[in-house]
């Protein structure tokens, strides 16, 4: 049985290996630690499964310099992730391409996000560092019936056909592709904290032969980043740590540290009452993974007790569970959720109102089995 240090110093191993701030002496402590004869790679390998980074733990590992020198069973272990998730990601890549250019061909440049411009920005060496369950893209609300025809026509088919839907389209579906395509007319579960002009006007265009796309502007992806893992995914409510989007964003302060104005997006996101979960999601990705340190004033104690809560919070599989359980309930009556359905802003009594109007829209809607709708959004967040 894993005990609450093995815990701590299995996850303390991983978030080393991640690290993107690292040294000589890093390196030396790190693989000090990876030899171990009494690590449990097994269980090393399962919260990093759980976590969605067994690829970038690999890429990060080869980076260093340390990963040949693993122990046997967690280098092969980790090797056979990596080959699999290499091989799956290169056939995600050509389906993308291919869908990027039937919507270039309805006259429709599409915005990749997340997981989607992932591919087209890494080396193909590291291709297999990400674990992806869709692809995102966002395109304009004007198009999205010609971009919809245009993949129908190819093949996609969309779920729950009848089915309602907020911020993108019903995900589509392809017999002979890996993942679904969502098309997306805003940025998140969201309306007014990036808009849909202020996106398209600072989007800036993706490199690659004979395709036409672009990705949100350097900002943007801070928020939107921030947004998903901690208002969308209810990480901040949940103390959760949220690992693999962490080290996107980590990775967005690494590649664009010259060009992050950090005040103007703390500016923007006190605005939008976020200003405290911001600070504390930046302490988390500097002290975690050694992201480069954004010029605002962090407020060490508020952020530091997040970080510790977080800490806790992954030591207790049942306490992480019962907390996304009750954020799964609480997940459809979200201010923003409900800003995007009924356009009733994001605070005071409108909002309330709304919250009220929806609970009842829900209980007719789906009468004795409400609680397991809601519970089935619950298990989503996991």
Known sequence: MITMNGFSR???LMTSALRVDTDAADDETLAAGLATPDLEWTYLLRMADQEHITGALTVSLRRR??????????????????????????RIKSQAEEAVRLLNSAGCTPMLLKGGLYLFET??????????RDLDMVV???????CVGVLREAGYVPEGEHDSWTYHYRPLHHKDEIVAIELHIRAGEQRNFITVEEAWAEAVPIEAAGLKMVALAPAHRVMHNIFHSEI?????????VCLR?????????VGFTESLDWRS???????????????ARMHLAVQLLGAPAPDITIDGLRSGLHLRHCLIKQRSPRLTYLTRWI???AGPFKRYHLDLLYGCGTSGFNLQAHRVKHFWKLLIRYRSGIWNRLAKHGRSLQ
């Open 10 to 12: 299995t996850f303390a």
């Open 232 to 240: 969308q995914d209810a990480g901040f409510a949940l103390g959760a």
């Open 327 to 329: 954020a799964g309930i």
């Open 65 to 90: 310099g340390l990963f040949d020198d693993l122990p046997r069973a967690g280098r092969d272990a980790l090797h056979r992730r990596y080959f699999m998730g290499t091989e799956i990601n290169t």
């Open 265 to 279: 997006i703390e500016s923007r996101m006190e605005r939008h009452g976020m200003g405290r979960l911001f600070r």
């Open 245 to 253: 989007q962490l080290c996107d964003l980590a990775a967005i302060c």
């Open 123 to 132: 080396p193909p060496e590291a291709l297999g560092g990400r674990v992806l």
């Open 140 to 146: 304009p609300g004007d198009a999205l019936e010609a």
